[in-house]
């Protein structure tokens, strides 16, 4: 069965930390490994991520994919109390546009 | 960037009575949307996946005649909850890409809370 799973399912930091959120997984055929941010409303994307050992980086987060012990880590560096938010990770496999989600990380950053 | 639009926001409504959930892709064509729940605290469920110009293809477990999911052009695909039930409440969120590449992303709608008293 495919499963991703995510650790911590919750966080609690103060704000300036850094946090590294992480993403294993066992799917069959994998494509592609994606973050988001999910605030009170839906997903808002963050990252895609296909290749092994290739950081992408956006402001104060970035992300990085090894395929070979399938698994990725979402860094946060310099934590604000608006980077408060589930974290979701989800997986792409070939031949379907299907998406298996994990069931997320809660961060919570304290002023 | 792609924006997918969900409609409504909110809606409480009555046992028994059916729902409506609209999806557009505003800013593109979608020919495949996908149709997400979520209960408070868990992951995003895929429930199905809605094709434009044919059928839905729904995941095991979800009742295709209580999901009616129709997606009559390629920006707009639409969720109805028949016969909606209290267990049925529950975050409804629909998703688009924005090509038919495995290689862009997923682009979410805001999501519909649902409530049935």
């Known amino acids: 069965e495919d499963k991703v799973v995510q650790s911590p399912l919750s966080l609690v930091v103060h704000e300036g930390d850094t946090v590294t959120l992480n993403c294993s997984y066992e799917?069959?055929?994998?494509?592609?490994l994606l973050w988001y941010k999910q605030e009170k409303k839906a997903p808002t994307f963050l990252f895609m991520l296909?290749?092994?050992?290739i950081e992408k980086k956006s402001g104060r987060l970035s992300s990085i994919l090894d395929k070979k012990e399938l698994f990725s880590i979402l860094n946060i560096t310099a934590t604000q109390t608006g980077d408060s938010a589930i974290y979701l990770c989800?997986?792409?496999?070939?031949?379907?546009?299907?998406?298996?989600f994990g069931k997320g990380t809660k961060l919570t950053v304290n002023p | 960037g792609a924006v997918v639009s969900q409609h409504p926001s909110r809606v409480i409504c009555k046992s028994g009575t059916s729902v409506k959930i609209e999806c557009r892709s505003l800013d593109f064509q979608a020919t495949t949307m996908f149709w997400y729940r979520q209960f408070p605290k868990k992951s995003l469920m895929l429930m199905a996946t809605s094709n434009e110009g044919s059928k839905a293809t729904y995941e095991q477990g979800v009742e295709k005649d209580k999901f009616l999911i129709n997606h009559a052009s390629l920006t707009l695909s639409t969720l109805t909850v028949t016969s909606a039930h209290p267990e049925d409440s529950s975050f409804y969120i629909c998703?688009?890409?924005?090509?038919?590449?495995?290689?862009?992303?997923?682009?979410f709608g805001n999501g519909t809370r649902l409530t049935v008293t």
């Open positions: 799917v069959t055929n994998f494509r592609s």
């Open positions: 989800a997986v792409g496999q070939g031949g379907s546009e299907k998406l298996v």
């Open positions: 998703s688009a890409r924005g090509v038919t590449s495995y290689n862009s992303p997923l682009h």
């Open positions: 296909t290749s092994s050992g």
